[in-house]
């Protein structure tokens, strides 16, 4: 129903590496599901200091193989970076690729100069601080490349890891912490029978990576568990179930829902995420549960293990949303291809992304509310929409019913074709100049982008 079609952008053909055949999978639930390591700060007096190269190397993801990756830090699985509300976060990142790129906190509401604008790259062989103000709720955050033009790619190749922001509120609500607390970033893959990662047909990207591992299975205890979900794909939508118990929702992107929400499925567009509590306590000790995409089969097998004690709690109410302040201008954004030349051309509002042009004009502190259509509805292609600098919340759909996924605060969004989603968001904060674009990286890349210029 979301509509699979996809134009062939230019990874397809000129990039990919459409060696025949691939590689085979390992058997379905034979490699454990690895947990990010939480990276350790240096405290550097009132903020906390990471260092993570940026570096090529190699991967064992299919039996037997090695895979060429570019990887946060030593391993595939990125580090998972827990930073504090109010507390900034410096992050050195070198570059020690033979190419430059550059790193976007997805979700991050941080100064223009700390956005990974596509033009601010950091070259080869170069360090560059990105220093994060934290100045928000508590949620699940994550980074990947924002270099112009090759998001994708690179994002693609395995630049992409978690940032979580954790703040007093959340965490006295008493909510599952520590070892309960799992991190799981979903994301889409092809290989090569060399085992090379394949960015060609988005199409052909039907394998799944759970924390970069191929169908594997995660033991639990039988108690409740706090789960981040990412869609960290290139593109395209994961429409998730868990079969055999119930999943609870508590957050989205921009942090705690204001009470939890009972889910049976997920529908999770490229860069969204989900928190969920799920309670294997209910499930029989032995049994299984599978995580589950009802098109690409299973994702991952949760082994319920012993009853342990579980003191943590899922309060009936989180807490309100920030009050919405009143919109006192409205924009529209189209969202949209050119077919008619020989490689297809992304557009917003009919011109492809030239990253030295402001397109839309704000000033700091406006509440604005933009439409936001989906203008392939006659092709049936499906755009998501992200915004950065600041969450935004959807106030309506036409065309397509609101669906729980819409629920808080958000920075990206699904846009099925031929829709129109209404979402309303306060400028506020810094200055500078900020993408918002299509989240299918593909598409930003070949143009389906436009920058905001935040102006006192
Ligand atoms: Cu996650 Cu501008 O991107
Ligand atoms: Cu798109």
């Known amino acids: 129903a979301l509509g699979e ?3 062939a952008t230019a990874a397809a053909g000129t990039k990919g590496v459409a060696t025949a055949g691939s590689a085979a999978a390992p058997a379905p639930f034979t490699e454990r599901m690895p947990v990010p390591r939480v990276l350790e700060p240096e405290r550097d007096g009132g903020l906390d200091r990471y260092r993570i190269p940026i570096r090529p190397g190699t991967a064992q993801i299919l039996p037997g193989l090695q895979t060429p990756v570019y990887t946060y830090g030593p391993d595939f699985l990125a580090p998972v970076i827990r930073a504090r509300t109010g507390r900034p976060v410096t992050v050195t990142f070198a570059n020690l690729l033979d190419e430059v790129t550059n ?11 700390m956005d990974g604008h596509p033009l601010d790259v950091i070259q080869p062989g170069a360090k560059r601080d990105y220093t994060y103000p934290n100045g928000q709720r508590a949620s ?7 270099a112009h033009m090759m998001e994708g790619e690179h994002t693609y190749k395995g630049l992409h890891g978690f940032y979580i922001i954790e703040d007093p509120v959340e965490r006295g609500m008493g909510l599952p912490t520590g070892d309960y607390d799992v991190p799981i970033l979903l994301r889409d893959a092809q290989f090569d029978a060399a085992g090379n990662l394949v960015f060609g047909n988005p199409a052909l990207r039907t394998t799944v990576l759970a924390n970069g591992k191929v169908q594997p299975y995660f033991p639990v205890e039988a108690r409740k568990y706090r789960i981040r979900l990412l869609n ?10 868990l079969d055999g118990a119930p999943m609870v929702q508590i957050a989205s992107d921009g942090g705690l829902l204001p009470a939890p929400v009972p889910r049976t499925d997920l529908t999770m567009c490229s860069g969204e995420r989900v928190e969920l509590v799920v309670d294997f306590g209910r499930c029989e000790p032995g049994s299984q549960v599978l995580l589950s995409d009802p098109t690409r089969g299973p994702v991952l097998r949760f082994d319920v293990g012993p009853r342990t004690g579980d003191d943590s709690r899922v309060p009936d109410r989180f807490r309100p949303l920030p009050v919405l ?10 969202l949209s291809f050119d077919l008619s030349g020989p490689q297809p051309v992304g557009l917003v509002n009919g011109r492809p992304y030239d990253p030295n042009r402001v397109d839309f004009v704000i000033r700091r502190g406006t509440t604005e509310i933009w439409n936001v259509t989906n203008g392939d509805g006659a092709m049936g292609f499906l755009h998501d929409f992200h915004m950065h600098l600041t969450m935004f919340r959807v106030l309506d759909r036409t065309g397509a019913p609101m669906t729980p996924n819409d629920a808080g605060l958000k920075d990206t969004v699904l846009i099925p074709p031929g829709t129109t989603v209404r979402v309303q968001a306060t400028f506020d904060g810094f200055l500078g100049r900020y993408a918002y674009h299509c989240h299918f990286m593909e598409h930003a890349d070949v143009g389906m982008m436009a920058q905001m210029e935040i102006v006192p």
């Open 140 to 146: 699940t955050l994550w980074f990947h490349s924002h």
């Open 232 to 241: 960290a794909a290139v593109e395209g939508v994961f429409q998730l179930t």
């Open 103 to 113: 790193v976007h906190l997805h979700g991050g509401h941080v100064p223009a100069g």
């Open 5 to 7: 079609r996809e134009p």
């Open 325 to 334: 302040p009143r919109a006192t201008n409205t924009r529209d954004v189209v």
